[in-house]
T-cell receptor
Framework: SQQGEEDPQALSIQEGENATMNCSYK?????LQWYRQNSGRGLVHLIL?????REKHSGRLRVTLDTSKKSSSLLITASRAADTASYFC?????????????FGKGTLLTVNP | ETGVTQTPRHLVMGMTNKKSLKCEQH?????MYWYKQSAKKPLELMFV???????ENNSVPSRFSPECPNSSHLFLHLHTLQPEDSALYLC??????????FGPGTRLLVL
């Protein structure tokens, strides 16, 4: 497996429900970031959590980080059809090359109206 | 709009053609990146430039040639590509090592 892996690969929910996506990684990190990508477009940064942080919030987004389990989760509350997109986690590896993020394959979230 | 623009948005080229992708950022960032995104594969980092100097070449074939004339502009010159090079090519920029801002991408099809 690679440095960052999202789970599940695809998630389909109804509008108003919460969506939870998970990311696991293999090596020590400086930070972990979540990005969103609408079909065929560029990625948009959502939130960054540093290795010494356990939880962060931004609007309807909540990110947790468990460095002992090498995992992170992204929770989107009260989902909307406009949240339909692919979500990627990216890690900056400790002691790795400067300016290098490693991305997972992503979770495709579909929010049905 | 993220402040990072890419042209062209779509490109179809033959295997013997030479073309260039352009990226421009209006954010005052010092680092710029090229990524390749293929179906069902993770985003692949290709090149990193920091203050115009290349700091990362992720074992990219020489048929891809990057150029960074200044911190605001990044090019990817393409020559004798293969059909498997068809993908979405994304440019990004950052100030420092954290949040990256992505352009909309160039969808490349090699025939």
């Amino acid at each position: 497996s690679q440095q960052g892996e999202e789970d599940p690969q695809a998630l389909s929910i109804q509008e108003g429900e919460n969506a939870t996506m998970n990311c696991s990684y293999k090596t020590s990190i400086n930070n972990l970031q979540w990005y969103r990508q609408n079909s065929g477009r560029g990625l948009v940064h959502l939130i960054l959590i540093r290795s010494n942080e356990r939880e962060k919030h931004s609007g309807r987004l909540r990110v947790t980080l468990d460095t002992s389990k090498k995992s992170s989760s992204l929770l989107i509350t009260a989902s909307r059809a406009a949240d339909t997109a692919s979500y990627f986690c990216a890690t900056e590896v400790s002691g790795g090359s400067n300016y290098k993020l490693t991305f997972g394959k992503g979770t495709l979230l579909t929010v049905n109206p | 709009e993220t402040g990072v623009t890419q042209t062209p948005r779509h490109l179809v080229m033959g295997m013997t053609n030479k073309k260039s992708l352009k990226c421009e950022q209006h954010l005052g960032h010092n680092a710029m990146y090229w990524y390749k995104q293929s179906a069902k594969k993770p985003l692949e980092l290709m090149f990193v430039y920091n203050f115009k100097e290349q700091t990362e070449n992720n074992s990219v074939p020489s048929r891809f040639s990057p150029e960074c004339p200044n911190s605001s502009h990044l090019f990817l010159h393409l020559h004798t590509l293969q059909p498997e090079d068809s993908a979405l090519y994304l440019c990004a920029s950052s100030r420092g090592q954290e949040t990256q801002y992505f352009g909309p991408g160039t969808r490349l099809l090699v025939l």
